[in-house]
């Protein structure tokens, strides 16, 4: 009996074990010269950021955070004042040894436990290479020796990340290569044939073996409109009225033979207004693509009110701003004011229209005439004045 009670109680200890640690991981390090900073453990999902711990950083530098295993693989990171290092966690217990300094906390880090997070890792650092490379543009002489420099500097980032989406599709760190961003827009278009092979790939993979992952349905959702705006964008390159398969996916738009496309977006009062009402009315449409949520919208809205005083009067001229915002709040804020009929598409970067409308940048500008006959991309004042 007596040896009986003991091999129960060995395996209720290998019980609580296992309904414990084996569902946990941990990230422990050292962050060297960060005496009294706070290091933040922060989880990357689909709606935002969020703190999961934090801790405090003594002389040694050494810190330790556990959490619950995800469900499926899923992206977490360390987080040192505004520099941060990214990291992916699987679904089995794994203990990930982080080590960094302070002021190079984000490019000099070591990580070791996990192959996918080092992968991860030659990813990330090909990424902030690209941002620092893309910053020292701001002093090349000419437009067309900039967007020589900025090609290039993008395709050395897309050929490391091209690597891990095409040899491994099924890995986080092809997931997690195909979503970043350089000087603040998607590095991989969703709306550029090409790239849109590379969410196709990867979303028919993670359908296929973690279909019950919300980033897979996200994911494939993504894959589904952007292969359906790459289809209308050859009917619309070859002239033709012929349906294109896979429209139905793209609620809200109405295709139709205009010299613009059609959209219905909500309005600051909740209305939902069509693009086509507007141009029925006769005037010139300024249709400006723009964001609430970067640091040169009050200066770009400035210069809005200034062409609608400049041009409203005998032109006609009416303005239609399409913020491409995702933080509806801080568009109203924004918009409820504006003098001009202002939308708000929630997609953001992933909205239908950045390929409709192939756009390349934010701002971005184009003006209808002729009840919408013509469509100008706009490009200086200049152009704007001839054309009115």
Known sequence: MKKVSIIVALIGILFVVSCSGDKQFKVTGTIAGATDQTIYFEYLGLAGTEVVDSAALGRDGKFSFSHELPEYPDFYRLRLGKQVIPFVVDTIPVNLIINSDAQSFATSYSISGDQVSSQLREVWLALLDANVALAK????PSDSLYVIHRDSIISGYKSVAERFIYSNPQSPVAYFALFQQVDGNLVFNLY???????????????QAFQAGNPRTTHLYDLALRSIAVVREQKR?????DTDVTGDDILPGIEMKTLGYIDFSL???????????????????ILLAFSTMQSNWSREFNAALLEFQNRYSGGKGLKIVQVSLDTDPHIWATSAKNLPWVSLIDRDGAYSRLVGLYNLQSLPSLFLIKN???????ISSLEQLTSLI
């Open 137 to 140: 543009l701001e002093n090349v």
């Open 192 to 206: 550029n044939e090409k790239d849109s092979k590379a969410f196709a790939a990867i979303a028919n993979v993670y």
């Open 236 to 240: 619309l390159a070859r002239g033709t």
């Open 266 to 284: 909500p309005d600051v009062a909740g209305n939902q207004v069509s693009l086509s009402s507007i141009v029925e009315e006769g005037s010139n």
């Open 371 to 377: 009840n919408g006959d013509q469509l100008h991309r």
